[in-house]
Each structure stands twice: as C-alpha cells, then as structure tokens.
C-alpha cells in the first residue's frame, strides 16, 4: 500500500513497472524502493575502506528500502523489540489482519486513527506483550505530528521520539534509518549490526564509534553490512 492505494511493483527492463501506472505515485515508488541513497558516491567511498571495498561490489546496487509511512514505522519497532525477526514479523501480520483495511489482495496498515480507538487488550489477543500492546496505543494516541519530523535534524527527531513511552534510542536510529533515510544514520544498539561489525572488524571493536567512520554514509554502510554478514556470517 502506498499514499492510501494498492500498488503492485513488478521487475522491468531498466526499472520497475507500477500498476496502477499513475505518474504521481513514481516519486512514493522511487523512495519505498530507496531511491534517495547515492550509490554511486557510496560505492566511490567504499572502495577507500578495507571491509567495504569487499562487501560492497558483490551486493552492487542493493538499495535498502525505506517504509513510506512514520507509524507503521514505529509500530513494527515497538513489535520487534526483544524477540526475533520471524516472531515479529508473524504478529505484525496478525495485527494488520485484525485492525487493517481490507483490499483485493491484502490488508492495509492499520492506520494511527484506527489504532487510538483500541483497548490494549485488543492487541495483546493478536500477540502483543501488555506493554508493548499499551505502547502502541499510547503511541496513536501521543500528541505529536509524525509527519513533522522530516523536517527536523537527527538529534531533534531522536529527541522527539525517546521521550514517548516504548521508544528508545534502538527504535529512534532505525526510524532515521529506515523511514527518513537519514545519510549519518547508524543504529549502533541493534544487535544484528553490533554482530555484523564485530565479524568485519574484529572482537572488541568500539560499535559506536565504527559509525562516525563512515560519516555520511553510516546508514548504508550499516545495511551492506547487515546483509554482507548474512551472506558470509
């Protein structure tokens, strides 16, 4: 689902063709797809850097996707904190076939307005902690502008969002990272990053400071490396 509507997104000679093929829907395309990052300058500066220069030509053209959506960003967060990524990923689809609209092939995202009006024990039925459950409600509920926080710097938008109940700075760096598509972005709690620079790098590697190495190409040096530790780990 993209700006409200059904979208299929199917392979083609040089591209990708969009049904339904209206032109205002190709810049919500472009970003989903992760359009905005600079692989060319990105390729340019990883060829300087040891464990990049390898990683890097064998995942050529890789583009992390970025969610178009703030919400549904911090909801499916809040579902993947502490537990894997196949138990996350089986109750977030059980919340988006309880409280999501329904289309021809598929349900949308509950939107923040569906959510707000939900007793938390609603979604504790489909898989939810009571915390985590009381988080996303307190988070349709919260008065805050998501939408908003594009225009922010990092610090600000991180700011913003760790001072709402269940967000911490995990859930903050992946919200940079994986809806704004900030350049600098480095989630340096996730654990699965934390795995994957300490494989490149060597044990005792300092994970915070691996990210200021990279500077403005943190966010994408932290996908390749995810996904370089994924095929090689």
Not at 106 to 131: K, N, Q, W, Y
Not at 193 to 214: C, I, M, N, P, S
Request: glycine content about 10%; charged content about 25%; some cysteine.
């Amino acid at each position: 689902m993209l700006d409200g509507r059904e979208v299929r997104i199917e392979p083609a000679p040089g591209g990708v063709c969009i049904a339904p093929g209206e032109s205002e829907l190709a810049g919500s395309v472009r970003r989903y797809l992760g359009g905005p990052f600079d692989l060319d300058s990105f390729a340019a500066f990883a060829a300087t850097e040891e464990v990049l220069a390898e990683i890097v030509p064998q995942l050529l053209g890789f583009r992390p996707p970025l969610v178009p959506d703030p919400f549904e960003t911090l909801v499916t967060s809040i579902t993947a904190q502490q537990i894997s990524l196949r138990a996350a990923f089986s109750i977030r689809n059980r919340l988006i076939e309880a409280f999501g609209e329904r289309h021809e092939v598929a349900h949308s995202f509950p939107t923040r307005e569906r959510l707000a009006l939900v007793d938390p024990g609603e979604i504790v039925a489909v898989g939810f902690s009571r915390r985590k459950a009381e988080y996303v409600v307190g988070l349709a509920r919260a008065d805050i502008d998501l939408e908003a926080l594009a225009v922010l710097p990092d610090a600000e938008v991180k700011a913003a969002l760790v001072a709402l109940p269940g967000l911490g700075e995990w859930t903050a760096d992946w919200f940079l990272a994986r809806h704004l598509g900030r350049p600098e972005a480095w989630p340096a709690g996730d654990l699965s990053l934390r795995k994957a620079v300490l494989h490149f790098y060597g044990e005792g590697t300092d994970v915070q400071a691996a990210g200021v190495r990279f500077s403005r190409f943190a966010n994408l040096a932290a996908h390749y490396l995810l996904v370089g530790h994924r095929v090689h780990g």
